[in-house]
């Protein structure tokens, strides 16, 4: 890697191939379980808590891993990024 944007980009990769790994789980135990073993629906609605009336309609599997992905990168990304970028300083004895 030549310089430090290579080596953040590395780090933000890795994490969100993680959160990639957290989402295709738990949508694991979402197709295994409740559609699988119950035969369950295939289409989801997001709703805001505090106002029912905003919603987001899904279709598919497809459609829940974009935005549940999209939506974790989005919440934890920084501060995954900044606790392994730490983690690798350590690791390099650099401070």
Same mark, same amino acid.
């Given at each position: ?36 073993? $119950?035969?369950?629906?295939?289409? $989801? ?51």
């Amino acid at each position: 890697m030549k310089d430090t944007n290579q080596i953040e980009k590395a780090i933000r990769d890795k994490c969100v191939k993680e959160i990639n790994n957290i989402v295709d789980s738990f949508l694991n135990e979402i197709e295994n379980k409740l559609r699988g073993e $119950y035969n369950s629906c295939n289409f $989801y609605t997001l709703k805001h808590r505090k106002d029912p009336k905003k919603e987001i309609s899904l279709m598919g599997m497809e459609q829940l891993k974009t935005v549940l992905n999209g939506m974790l990168v989005e919440g934890h990304i920084e501060s995954m990024l900044s606790i392994k970028s730490r983690e690798l300083i350590k690791k390099l004895e650099l401070i």
